[in-house]
């Protein structure tokens, strides 16, 4: 799989979902340079994948198979931005998924101006703040945690500022029993976008996790 950009290398600031896509897509060409080829990304990944789709086949490339697993289109928009309640969320969220016990109510409130600069000086930042409100198991690598969630907050960050065009093509949606109820779609909202072969997923959306990657 491709890893995020901020985990390998020394990023500045934000990448949006585009960016991404361009990246991960110098990437495959890297590996192989000419299609057809065969995308899928699970959560975040499933939306980046959507997006190099798009982008390699206004390209003139062949992609024959596009997965989305258990992804959406962004729904809440600036709401993410602006609403206190699902910055806390969103950062209890993370925590809890680095192996830090919090909730939205406890969650400290982010540092200050962090989003923009070098990712090295902006791990500093969030790993002081991390020692400083105890957010840390005991013997863990500060650095480590402090970029992974670096790393999950801007994707997320970027994925709600992503506005997708329409794709005249077609995709496969896989989506689990708990994200159709949530959605009430079967396709997730990917029908108002593309051509969707849509199948259904037992489980919860952290139980269709492949490893770490996203794409």
């Not at 192989?32 to 190099?52: C, D, K, N, V």
């Not at 670096?150 to 093509?169: K, S």
């Amino acid at each position: 799989g491709l890893q995020p950009p901020s985990m390998i290398e020394e990023i500045e600031g934000e990448l949006e979902i585009e960016e991404l896509a361009d990246r991960y897509i110098a990437e495959l060409k890297r590996i192989q340079p000419r299609g057809p080829y065969l995308l899928g990304g699970w959560s975040i990944g499933g939306t980046i994948a959507f997006e190099m789709t798009r982008r390699l086949t206004a390209a003139g490339d062949e992609v024959t198979w596009t997965a989305v697993i258990d992804a959406t289109p962004p729904r809440l928009g600036a709401k993410y931005f602006d609403d206190s309640a699902e910055i806390a969320l969103r950062d209890a969220e993370i925590l809890n998924a680095l192996g830090i016990s919090v909730s939205p109510e406890t969650v400290p409130k982010e540092p200050d101006a962090y989003s923009d600069g070098p990712i090295s000086h902006r791990i500093a930042t969030v790993a002081a703040w991390m020692e400083e409100h105890r957010l840390m198991p005991g013997g863990s690598d500060v650095e480590r945690r402090a970029r992974m969630f670096i790393v999950a907050r801007d994707n997320l960050r970027a994925y709600h500022r992503y506005q997708p065009e329409p794709f005249d093509g077609r995709i496969s949606v896989y989506a689990t029993d708990t994200s159709i109820e949530l959605i009430d779609d079967p396709t997730l909202g990917w029908g108002l976008l593309a051509r969707v072969d849509a199948a259904r997923l037992q489980g919860e959306h952290e139980s269709v996790q492949i490893g770490r990657a996203h794409v």
